[in-house]
C-alpha cells in the first residue's frame, strides 16, 4: 500500500530527484552490502557446511553429503515439532492477552497513553534474561503462586492437560510456553497498538449505530483494520519464539528441550559443524515456507 | 515584443509539459506584466498548477523558456529563483516557530536585516503576537496567513498561490480573498493566484487565463470573461450560462443581427457573434433574463418548473416549448414573481446576448464547478 | 456488575499490563536481598550490600562495560546505515525496490539461532577471530532492519512539500536537508537507534555464536549465573537498567509530545 503512494507522488518529485538516480544507489549501497555480506553470505556458507564431511581437527572436505537432512530430521523431529508447537501457542496467547492491552492504549487511555506505553516499552530495555531468572522465583514451589494454584486445584488440572508434569509450576511445558508469551508480548503490543491507533474511533461508533452489537461491531470493523497489526505482531513473536531456547533452558526440563538449543549445542559443545549446520538450515526453510504462506494467506505483503 | 517588456515581467514561451502517457500543459505563452495579479483558472487537472509548478522551478518543463524580465531563468534551480510559494497546504515547517519559517528564506540569502524585516511582514499580516508559536498551534487561518509572509518577506519577483485559500471555510476564505487583494497593492509585487474556484478569481484578479486540458481558452479581465465568453467552456465555467441552439439571419444592420431560436426571432448585438459562423449557440446569463416582457426586446414563453429562493435572488427553471429549460435568477426586489406550473415570459436586451460556434459541446465545463465559491 | 463490564477492558489490559511488569518488580525486590546460597531465588534477609558495591561480582562490571560499548558503537553503525536505506526508500524512486525490501525483512523473518550460527560457518570458513569484532559486525547486521522500519515509518509521514517549500525559499539541497528533512525524522531516527542499543545491548542468542572466553557480554554473563550462581549485583543492574530506560523512554515521549502539541 504505501509503496504505490510513494510511487504516484514520485511523478510529481522535484525533478532533481529525477536527475540524479545515483543518489538512492549511493544510500542504499553501504546498508546492503553489509547485509548482503553478513546475512545472506552466511546462508550460503551455512548450507556449504552442512554438505560437508570432517571434524574440527582435521579439517572439512565437500562431499554433497544430502543425507546428514535425514538423520537431523530422524533424530531432532520432536523437537522442532515442540519449538514449533510451544512458538505457535505463545503467539496465540501473546495476541490474546496483547489485543486488550493495546486497544486499550490507542482507544480508550486518554492522557495515561503516553504513560502506558512507556510502561509497555520500558520492560523490554531490562536484559530479558534476569526477567526470565524472575519468573523462576515467581513460579517456584514455595511461593504464594505455585501453593494458590495447587489450592485451587489449577496444578491437578495443568498436569491432567500435560502441560506440567508434577504439581509444580516451574520446569514444565507450562512454564516454558508461559516465559515465551511474556518474553515476546511487546513484539505483539506494538505493532497492534500502531494499527488500532490508527482507526478512527466514529467508526466504532457508526458501527453501533447501524445496530452491531459489541461484538459484532468487533468482528466486522475493528478486527479487519488491524489486521496489518496482528499480522505483523504475529510474525514477530512467532519467528524469535520458534529459534528460542533461553526460555526452554531456564524455565524447562529436558523435555522441554527446543531445537534452538540443540544447534546451540551442536555447534559450540558438540562441534558436529555440518549436522549443526544442517539443523539450522532446516529451521531456516522451515520458518521461512511457513512465514510465507501465512503472508501470502494474510495479504499483507507489505510488511515494512 | 521583447523591448516593449517592462523590467520585472513574467513571460512563458512555448512552455510545455508532457509526461509519459500524456501532456499536461500544451505550449503556452503568457505575458504577465510586473505588479499585476493575475489568476489561473481551471478545474482540476487542466494543467494550472503543472504550469505554476514550472514558474517556480518545481518541475522541468518539457519545452520553452521562461524569463523575468530579460532573464531566462528556465535552467535555473527553484532554489535559485527569485519567485517564491504559498503552497496549497501551507507546508510551514513544524519543527520552527512562525518567526523562524518567515526567516528561513532571508537567513538562507544571509540577509543582516532578516529579524526586522520578518517582523515587519509578521505586522503587515497582523501575526506580530504569535511570532514565537509554532504553526500546529496556530488556526487554519493564521498558518495561510503565516505561509503567505514566508513567501512575501523575500520580495519576490513573482509570488505564486497555489489554492491558497482552499482549506479555509467560506466566511473566512471571503475575508482572505480581500486582505490579499490590499496586500498585494500595498506591496505591489506580481501575484499569480492558481484556483479552480471562479468567484475567487473574479473577485481579485486584475486579469484571469482560464485554463483547460493544458491549454489556455481565454484570457481577459473579469468582466469580459463573464460578458463575453469565446467557449462553451468559458461560459459554463465562470457562472452559469443559458445556452440555446440558434441560426443567423442575413441582413441586420452594423450593430444588431437576428438570431432563430426554432420559430422565433430574437435580437443580439453584432459585436458578440463571431465572424463567419451560421449555427450557433445563443448564450445568456441567468441573471440577465427577466420574468415577464419588461427585460428587453427578446421574448421566450414556457411553463415554470421549478422555483427555489435562496434569499437574495429566487432561481426559477422555466421549460421551453421544444423541452429545453432555461435558468432565470430574479432578485428579490419585490418584482415579477412567478408560481409552480404558471406559463410566464422571459425577455432580455439584444446585448446581453452572446453567440458561440455551436460546433463546440454546449455542456464544455458545466459538470467542472463545483459550490467551492 | 454493569460498572465492571463497562470497564471489562482496562482490567484486562491492566491485568496483562501487570502480568508484563511483575518480573521487573521481583527483580528490583530481589536487588535488596541477601540470599542464602549461590542463587537469588528466594528472599532471604533485607540487605543493600549489592547496591553499595554493584561490581563486588567478579567480571560483572567487565561485561557490562562491554556490552554498552558494543550497543553504543554497533547501534550508531547501524543506524547510520540504515537511517540511509530508510530516506532511499521513503524518498526516492529507484529499481531494484522491492528486492531491498525482502533483504531488509529477511533478517526479521530469521531466527536468531540460524543468523547466529550461520555467521558463524562463514567467519570459520573466512578465518575471522572470535570476539568483540565479531560480535560488532553480528550486532550491526540484525539491527540494520529495525532502523530501516522505524525510520521509514517516519520519513513516510513527512509531506514532500515541506522540501519543496525549503527549495523554493531559496535552500539548497543540502540546507534543505539539514534544516527541513533531518530535524523532521530525527524522532524516527532517535526511536530507531534506541531500538537498535536495547537489542544490540540484551542479545544473547546470537552474541554466544560469535563470542569468545575474553568477550563476555553482560547477557553472556547472566547466562553464566544462571548455571553457576546469581550474584545480587544482577539484579542491581537489571533495576537500575529499567529505570534508566523509565527515564530515557519518558523523556522522549516529553520531547515528542511537545512538538506535537494539537492546534489550540
Known amino acids: 500500500m504505501a509503496e504505490t503512494a510513494v510511487l504516484s507522488t514520485g511523478s510529481a518529485a522535484p525533478r532533481s530527484r529525477r536527475r540524479r538516480n545515483w543518489v538512492p544507489y549511493a544510500l542504499l549501497l553501504p546498508g546492503l552490502l553489509w547485509l548482503v555480506v553478513f546475512f545472506v553470505l552466511p546462508m550460503v556458507t551455512l548450507a556449504s557446511q552442512s554438505l560437508q564431511e570432517g571434524n574440527v581437527d ?52 486518554g492522557r495515561h497513553k503516553n504513560l502506558l506505553l512507556v510502561l509497555v516499552i520500558a520492560p523490554f530495555f531490562t536484559s530479558f ?16 503462586v505455585t501453593q ?56 466504532i461508533e457508526a458501527a453501533g449505530d447501524l445496530y452491531a452489537s459489541p461484538w459484532q461491531t468487533f468482528r466486522k470493523v475493528t478486527w479487519p483494520l488491524s489486521l496489518p497489526g496482528v499480522v505483523a505482531g504475529t510474525l514477530l513473536t512467532f519467528i524469535p519464539a520458534a529459534g528460542d531456547f533461553i526460555n526452554a533452558r531456564l524455565l524447562g526440563t529436558t523435555q522441554t528441550t527446543m531445537i534452538g538449543s540443540v544447534i546451540d549445542s551442536q555447534f559450540l559443545r558438540v562441534l558436529d559443524y555440518p549436522l549443526a549446520a544442517a539443523l539450522s538450515f532446516i529451521l531456516l526453510i522451515t520458518i521461512v515456507s511457513l512465514v510465507s504462506v501465512y503472508v501470502r494467506r494474510a495479504g499483507t505483503e507489505e510488511l515494512l | ?28 505563452d503568457l505575458t504577465i506584466p510586473q505588479g499585476s495579479f493575475f489568476a489561473l483558472l481551471g478545474p482540476s487537472g487542466c494543467g494550472k498548477t503543472t504550469t505554476l509548478r514550472m514558474i517556480a522551478g518545481l518541475e522541468e518543463p518539457s519545452g520553452g523558456r521562461i524569463h523575468i524580465g530579460d532573464a531566462d531563468i528556465t535552467g535555473t534551480k527553484a532554489h535559485q529563483r527569485n519567485v517564491n510559494t504559498v503552497f496549497q497546504s501551507y507546508a510551514l515547517f513544524p519543527h520552527m516557530t512562525v518567526l523562524d519559517n518567515v526567516m528561513f528564506g532571508l537567513r538562507r540569502r544571509g540577509d543582516k536585516q532578516a529579524r526586522a524585516k520578518a517582523d515587519d511582514i509578521l505586522e503587515l499580516v497582523q501575526l506580530g503576537q504569535v511570532a514565537g508559536k509554532k504553526p500546529t498551534q496556530l488556526s487554519g487561518g493564521m498558518q495561510q496567513r503565516v505561509a503567505l509572509a514566508r513567501a512575501l518577506v523575500n520580495r519576490p519577483d513573482v509570488l505564486l498561490l497555489d489554492e491558497p485559500l482552499g482549506a479555509l471555510d467560506l466566511k473566512l476564505r471571503r475575508q482572505m480573498q480581500m486582505e490579499l487583494k490590499r496586500i498585494q497593492q500595498e506591496v ?16 481579485m484578479a486584475d486579469s484571469i487565463a482560464v485554463m483547460n486540458t493544458g491549454r489556455i481558452e481565454q484570457l481577459g479581465d473579469p468582466a ?42 430574437l435580437e443580439m448585438a453584432r459585436e458578440h457573434l463571431p465572424e463567419g459562423v451560421d449555427d450557433v449557440w445563443l448564450g445568456v446569463r441567468p441573471e440577465k433574463l427577466r420574468l415577464g416582457e419588461a427585460g428587453g426586446p427578446n421574448h421566450l414563453r414556457g411553463i415554470v418548473r421549478d422555483v427555489s429562493f435562496s434569499g437574495v435572488a429566487t432561481q426559477y427553471s422555466v421549460e421551453m416549448p421544444w423541452g429545453q429549460e432555461l435558468i432565470v435568477v430574479q432578485q428579490n426586489d419585490g418584482t415579477a414573481r412567478a408560481a409552480l406550473g404558471e406559463t410566464v415570459s422571459v425577455s432580455w436586451a439584444a446585448h446581453h446576448g452572446f453567440a458561440l460556434d455551436a460546433s463546440q459541446d454546449a455542456e464544455a465545463g458545466a459538470e467542472l464547478v463545483d459550490d467551492h465559491g | 456488575m454493569k460498572w465492571i463490564k463497562k470497564h471489562l477492558i482496562a482490567f484486562a489490559a491492566l491485568a496483562v499490563l501487570g502480568y508484563m511488569l511483575v518480573p521487573n518488580v521481583i527483580v528490583a525486590a530481589f536487588s535488596f536481598n541477601d540470599p542464602k546460597g549461590k542463587f537469588n531465588y528466594n528472599f532471604n534477609e533485607f540487605s543493600t550490600e549489592a547496591w553499595t558495591n554493584p561490581c563486588g561480582a567478579q567480571g560483572i562490571c567487565e561485561s557490562l562495560g562491554l556490552s554498552l560499548q558494543i550497543g553504543v558503537i554497533a547501534s550508531l553503525s547501524a543506524t547510520v546505515l540504515g537511517a540511509m536505506i530508510a530516506f532511499a526508500l521513503g524518498r526516492y524512486r529507484f529499481r531494484g525496490r522491492s528486492a531491498t525490501n525482502l533483504l531488509i525483512f529477511m533478517p526479521m523473518a530469521t531466527p536468531e539461532v540460524v543468523m547466529g550460527s550461520s555467521l558463524l560457518t562463514l567467519f570459520l570458513m573466512l578465518g575471522v577471530p572470535s570476539g568483540r569484532t565479531a560480535i560488532l559486525i553480528a ?53 530507531g537507534a534506541l531500538l537498535a542499543f536495547s537489542l544490540s545491548f540484551d542479545d544473547y542468542i546470537i552474541t554466544n555464536f560469535n563470542a569468545s572466553p575474553s568477550s ?49
Open chain 3, 139 to 191: 550486532h550491526i547486521m540484525f539491527c540494520v532492519s529495525f532502523v530501516v522500519v522505524a525510520v521509514k515509518a517516519r520519513v513516510a509521514t513527512l509531506d514532500p512539500k515541506l522540501e519543496e517549500a525549503a527549495a523554493d525559499l531559496g535552500a539548497n539541497p543540502t540546507q534543505t536537508f539539514l534544516r527541513v528533512t533531518l530535524p523532521l525524522a530525527a524522532p524516527g531516527i532517535a526511536a
Open chain 1, 148 to 203: 494458590w494454584a495447587q489450592a485451587l486445584h489449577i496444578t491437578d488440572l495443568l498436569q491432567a492437560v500435560g502441560l506440567t508434569a508434577n504439581d509444580s509450576l516451574l520446569s514444565s511445558r507450562f512454564a516454558v510456553i508461559m516465559g515465551l508469551t511474556y518474553n515476546f508480548l511487546p513484539f505483539m503490543i506494538l505493532p497492534l497498538y500502531t494499527s488500532l491507533e490508527r482507526l478512527d474511533p466514529r467508526l
Open chain 1, 58 to 109: 582435521d579439517g572439512y572436505v565437500f562431499t554433497f553429503n544430502v543425507g546428514i537432512y535425514l538423520d537431523a530430521l530422524k533424530q531432532y523431529w520432536p523437537q522442532y515439532l515442540r519449538s514449533l508447537l510451544y512458538a505457535g501457542t505463545a503467539t496465540v496467547l501473546a495476541l490474546l492477552l496483547a489485543y486488550p492491552l493495546a486497544y486499550f492504549i490507542a482507544q480508550k487511555a
Open chain 2, 188 to 203: 505591489g509585487l506580481t501575484f499569480i493566484h492558481v484556483t479552480h474556484d471562479q468567484e475567487e478569481a473574479m473577485t
Open chain 2, 224 to 265: 469580459t470573461l463573464y460578458e463575453q465568453p469565446r467557449s462553451t467552456f468559458v461560459a459554463n465555467f465562470l457562472g452559469q450560462s443559458n445556452l440555446v441552439r440558434a441560426r443567423v439571419n442575413p441582413g441586420g444592420t452594423d450593430h444588431i443581427v437576428t438570431v432563430r431560436v426554432h420559430d422565433t426571432d
Open chain 3, 216 to 264: 563476555i557480554t553482560f547477557p553472556m554473563y547472566v547466562w553464566g549465573a544462571a548455571a553457576r550462581g546469581v550474584p545480587v549485583q544482577v539484579y542491581v543492574i537489571g533495576t537500575v537498567m529499567f529505570l534508566l530506560a523509565l527515564i530515557v523512554v519518558m523523556t522522549a515521549q516529553l520531547i515528542s509530545s511537545r512538538r506535537h502539541r494539537q492546534v489550540v
Open chain 1, 129 to 144: 534474561l534476569i526477567r526470565t531468572l524472575a519468573w523462576r522465583t515467581i513460579l517456584s514451589d514455595d511461593w504464594f
Open chain 2, 1 to 28: 515584443m521583447m523591448d516593449r517588456q517592462e523590467k520585472g515581467d513574467l513571460s512563458l514561451v512555448a512552455l510545455t509539459k508532457s509526461f509519459a502517457t500524456f501532456t499536461a500543459v500544451h505550449p503556452l
